[in-house]
């Protein structure tokens, strides 16, 4: 068992600079390489990490020799490319989401990994920001009873500008609701512990970008949605989504409601709030009003553990500490590629549904 790891991290825009912040404070590793076709990242990058080795092509990086472990934090688009080479190599890989942006993608990339005994970790840390992963324990301990429904709101602000302008475009990110979203749609699964069997969903791109044109291709990029999903149990999971609705303080919201009661999860105010239903199943106090909630509760929930915030909320740096430990325990992968693969199949069919103006089956992208 190694006391370090060396980390290479390939594409080092924002997100891999944002791991490399984790991995240098977390300690047992070490930033040793660095990845990627554009001058100006990779400068930005050796500044955090100054010896570390620099490459402009991914596969001298993996042939180096110097790595334990890779990151690939690369272009949504150009994950595939990336993983054909990484998966054949006996690394730890670490993919950001989303998985990939195509199902043909999806389905060679599990074949890939098949043929290796090396773990792979599927990058969704949503599922670790402190007050969502308390409630979504809670929800399964029985804490709301049996699960019927799960929404998620996020209002927000726009997609902020990356390399070459490629999160403008569909084609180059899958849409909004795979590059964005797919975190979402991770978590209600997670929850329910199921997939959804089908989709409904309406969105458009109303405000952000319309007068955004880059080598005379107009930006594409959703900017609002609601998406229903509907699963085998009888669940339902709803997404709220609007990117130029930065004026709300809490900009994402989680609610998980049971039979028995329901939770919620607020950011960044880092807030659980729970609560039981009143007399369930008795009508009696109908009487006397709207039922009340009974044993209501409202905590803070931080980690503090946590010795780099980032960008979200202390989860990044949550997730590559559970990764480093399993490379160092040979444990298997927390969140694996099937994660990633669900949350996209989702996201897809939810753009397929504005597209075509119907209710989507999944079964009609992956069967």
């Not at 060396?6 to 891999?16: A, E, F, K, L, N």
């Not at 990356?162 to 569909?170: A, E, P, S, Y």
């Not at 791109?205 to 955004?212: G, I, K, W």
């Not at 006397?288 to 980032?310: C, L, P, T, W």
Request: hydrophobic share 40%; proline share 3%; charged share 25%.
């Amino acid at each position: 068992m190694k006391s370090e790891l060396r980390y290479g991290v390939i594409g080092v825009g924002s997100m891999g600079r944002e791991h490399i912040s984790n991995i240098k404070v977390m300690g047992g590793a070490t930033v040793t390489a660095i990845s990627d076709p554009h001058t100006a990242s990779i400068d930005a990058a050796l500044e955090m990490a100054p010896g570390a080795k620099a490459f402009s092509d991914h596969r001298d990086l993996l042939d180096s020799g110097l790595i334990d472990a890779v990151i690939v934090a690369t272009p949504n688009d150009t994950h595939a490319a990336v993983l054909k080479d990484a998966l054949a190599t006996e690394l730890a890989v670490f993919v950001e989401k989303p998985l990939a942006t195509t199902i043909s993608d999806l389905k060679s990339i599990l074949d890939w990994d098949a043929k290796r005994s090396a773990m792979t970790w599927m990058g969704l840390e949503y599922r670790f920001m402190p007050p969502v992963t308390e409630a979504i324990a809670r929800a399964k301990e029985g804490d709301a009873g049996k699960i019927h429904l799960i929404s998620i709101r996020e209002h927000r602000e726009p997609f902020y500008p990356k390399v070459d302008n490629w999160n403008r475009f569909t084609e180059r990110t899958g849409g909004t609701l795979v590059e964005k979203c797919c975190h979402y749609f991770n978590l209600m699964d997670l929850v329910l512990g199921e997939q959804p069997i089908r989709v409904f969903a309406s969105g458009g791109q109303s405000v952000n970008h319309l007068d955004e044109k880059y080598d005379g291709n107009q930006a594409n990029m959703l900017d609002n949605a609601y998406v229903i999903l509907e699963y085998a149990s009888g669940a339902r999971g709803m997404l709220d989504l609007c990117m130029f609705g930065e004026g709300s303080f809490d900009k994402e919201i989680l609610t998980i409601v049971g039979d028995a009661g329901k939770i919620e999860s607020f950011l960044p105010s880092q807030t659980v709030k729970a609560s039981r239903r009143d007399s369930i199943g008795n009508l009696s106090n109908w009487s006397q009003g709207a039922s009340r909630a009974r044993g209501s509760e409202v905590k803070i929930v931080h980690n503090y553990d946590v010795k780099y915030m980032g960008h979200h909320y202390g989860a990044s740096y949550i997730e590559h500490v559970k990764f480093r430990d399993a490379i160092l325990n040979s444990t298997p992968a927390e969140v694996t590629l099937l994660d990633g693969v669900t949350s996209v199949v989702t996201g897809l069919a939810a753009h397929k549904s504005i597209n075509e103006g119907r209710v989507v089956e999944i079964k009609e992208l992956w069967n």
